[in-house]
């Protein structure tokens, strides 16, 4: 599975961005699927993931300001930034964990910058 991520730039604080990962593969019987984030010097943390059912886990820091969403027909997930806080720079990394022949299996984006300005 490849996972090709993007929508990540630089904005103000208070801005919004909006973050695209589209799969190589339907995303319709995935188990997980979401966004983590790193920023410099920091371990990388899960920022929002949907869970299959439809149900949606957010990192406290971002309750209220992001969302996350899916588009089937697309493969795609969506991160709807909004309210951003300087804080919030980070590499952000697309994540997909599906079940492949048994085994859990972890596939990742390539990356995309976030920078917010104060």
């Known amino acids: 599975v490849q996972l090709q991520a993007s929508g990540g730039g630089l904005v103000q604080a208070g801005g919004s961005l909006r973050l695209s990962c589209a799969a190589s593969r339907s995303i319709f019987s995935i188990h997980v699927m979401g966004w983590y984030r790193q920023a410099p010097g920091k371990q990388r943390e899960l920022v929002a993931q949907?869970?299959?059912?439809?149900?949606?886990n957010y990192v406290e820091s971002v309750k209220g300001r992001f969302t996350l969403s899916r588009d089937n027909a697309k493969n795609t997930i969506y991160l709807q930034m909004n309210s951003l806080k300087p804080e919030d720079t980070a590499v952000y990394y697309c994540?997909?964990?599906?079940?492949?022949?048994?085994?859990?299996?972890?596939?990742w984006g390539q990356g995309t910058q976030v920078t917010v300005s104060s």
């Open positions: 949907i869970i299959s059912g439809g149900v949606t």
């Open positions: 994540n997909l964990g599906t079940e492949v022949a048994g085994k859990w299996a972890d596939y």
